[in-house]
């Protein structure tokens, strides 16, 4: 049960993603979902400061982690438990740039939570995406919950829970591996370690180098991939989904990656983190390591990419007009859906 | 109708759940070769199997953490904390995830799960196997509470509870177990989540109590029939959401009302009782309404003389009583 560690861009040089099993359209759609993904985050922070929404929170840095993960999933068939950065997860797994500006702007038609929670609190019944708290950690029993009903029916869904690497600190983590170790439930553990929870590093967070040296406890694998690189994201979902569906137990996943903004829109990241560490990411950033390969590759072509932003921007754009002018909810339904039957009521 | 303890009738109820809908199923610390360390589950493992009746690692927060995804994939999951002296660790877990889930999702999810757990003392359980949970738990939107006396209540409500569509807290106490036994009816016998129930008619005194104290209501009201007094004992049987129209029409009938329960006083139930009162029978009222409850000590202690001293007995609640009677 050693930690395996994938190398970057270590094998299958320009056709990589076909040795993969993906054709050039999925290759190609998995970009424009990263990119629409930071697109719609981009333009959050430009409308928060600008001052007509009060909060972002930002899954910029994410995104190879985040689609390649969920590139290797069955949308409809498995669940997804996000976590609040995951903005590439649920746009993969069909939420749309509407849902999110409207989620953005706390409006009525919000689907996450029709108002109530902030951004990033992801949550659709009908695509499978669990509804998201704020405490971190909370989510992997959660997640273990949902595999052990597949289990128990004797159905091969699989679930995919994120975390950050500060949640890892969480004994709801433990406990939520611990219980899929021993009953190997089919569930992919992706730790999206971007080195900070808000401002600790990872060195005060925890003692080792990989949290993925943490399975080898609970009896299933452990591999380290390169977050930033999303064809190795989702070459070792794929086998950790496959391992999964046959009924083989669980599979931690630590991707390393970086967040590239702050925290949040009131975090100030200038505080605890060296702007040169900063733009030396930047240079690693997913979408743009993704994008020269696709090119490299010949799948994206200037005619190709020039369709893909103005698809972008044209969803971006209508999504945030519509939800910036769609309705606030009425003061009347503060007191509903506490609960699903009222007996008040 | 059969004659049942408490703990048989929590049994029969699950057993019956469990044969009724495949999507029903228990988890928690020793529920499954164990039984339950009171037997509540006896003989459902080998009946159902292991993946019905699962044995949880010795960890309260994911017992309910996982019982929260299982419920939103399909299932109907009953989990067992041992004690309610050890729901703490899932604290988290029940009021910031199970209670919020509806709301925090605009109706999206809802979590159809029922958290069982034994509290109370009297049983020599010291400070981590007596506490009682209720003022807590039931100050949680979100959460429903309920709190059976007896037998019938016991597993009607957990039949109510296991098909509830919301999550259900559901306590029972552990000296009830084997101490109260009743008849249980034939059939379905659901009853129903936030209706409490009069136990006693009476005119002249209310006791409102849930529990174990319940039964010692009705003790008292037994006793004080002999004295002359015509008490009232109005079983709560839902903590929350509470049956104010109840526990209205109680204090607007008797005009003077005595809350018993044996959780801490402060901010107790008892007070939420008294509250609405106050609003719903102000002009009813020919006394203050009063209650017995726990003291503000952190819980019962070992020695049977200090668990003694923690408890409203029948004797302690027979002289309040007398007390209101004759105000």
Redesign the interface.
Known sequence: MATQTREVEAKGGQSRHRSLGLSDEEALHIYEVMRLARAIDERMWLINRQGRAPFVISCQGQEGAQVGVSAALKPGYDWVVPYYRDAGVVLWFGMTARDQMLSFFARREDPSSGGRQMPGHFGARRLQILTTGSPVGAQLPHAAGLALAFKQRKEDGVTAVFFGEGASSQGDVHEAMNFAGIHKLGLLFVCENNGYAISVAQDHQVAIKDLADRAAGYGFPGVVVDGNDVLACYEVAKEAVARARRGEGATLIEAKTYRLTAHSSDDDDRRYRQAEEVARWRQKDPIQRYAKYLRESGSLTDAVEQDITERINQQVDEATEYAENAPDPSPDSLAKFVYKQDIRG | MASRTVIEAIREAMDQEMARDPSV?LIGEDVGQRGGVFLASDGLHKKYGE??VLD??L?E??I????????????R?IAEIQFADFIA?AF??IV??AA???????????LPMVIRTPYGGGVHGALYHSQSIEATYGHI??L?VVAPSNPADAAGLLKAAVR???PVLYLEHKRTYRLIRGEVPDGDGVV???KAEVKREGNDIGLIAYGLMLNYCLEVAEKLAAEGVSAEVLDLRTIK?MDEAAVAATAKKTGKVLVVHEDNRFAGIAAEVIAIIMENAFDSLDAPVMRLTGPDVPAMPFNHVLEEAFLPTPERILAKARELAAY
């Open positions: 199923f993946y019905r949880s690692p960890a927060s994911s309910v953490g996982i019982a929260i995804g299982a419920a939103v994939n399909g299932m999951p660790p988290n877990q910031e995830e919020r889930f509806c709301y925090r999702s605009g109706g999206d999810f809802n939107p979100g429903k509830d569509p919301d129903p989540i936030g959401p």
